[in-house]
């Protein structure tokens, strides 16, 4: 059963923007964090950022504060990654993740994965 479907990544030139987005089953939905990880080739996946079902907090991974922002619609069940000021650095291939989200740097507390969708930064 899909749980998470991702798409919005491409091709895009430094100092772009592209906007992923991620559809839940409702109950995925429910979960008590929606995140988006990022996984460089050869390398563990990286919390980017995460949004918090109770309160509505949101988190960001450093490298990544100021230019992205998390978002959702809770009518599409549908969370939102808005990307601006690509770089090159940000190549790599996006993950949409729900979970209890304890600790959400951490892709261990994510139960539930997308497959995954390429953003590739040209400079």
């Known amino acids: 059963q899909v749980q998470l479907v991702e798409s919005g990544g491409g091709s895009v030139q430094s100092g772009g923007s592209l906007r992923l987005s991620c559809v839940a089953s409702?109950?995925?939905?429910?979960?008590?964090?929606m995140a988006w990880f990022r996984q460089f080739p050869g390398k563990e996946r990286e919390g980017v950022a995460a949004?918090?079902?109770?309160?509505?907090?949101?988190f960001y991974a450093d490298s990544v504060k100021g230019r992205f922002t998390i978002s959702r619609d809770n009518a599409k069940n549908t969370v939102y990654l808005q990307m601006n000021n690509l770089k090159s650095e940000d190549t790599a291939m996006y993950y949409c993740?729900?979970?209890?989200?304890?600790?959400?740097?951490?892709?261990?507390?994510?139960?539930?994965w997308g497959q995954g969708t390429q953003v590739t930064v040209s400079s």
């Open positions: 949004s918090y079902t109770g309160g509505g907090s949101t």
């Open positions: 993740a729900a979970g209890r989200g304890n600790t959400w740097r951490s892709a261990a507390n994510f139960a539930y």
């Open positions: 409702t109950y995925t939905y429910s979960s008590d964090c």
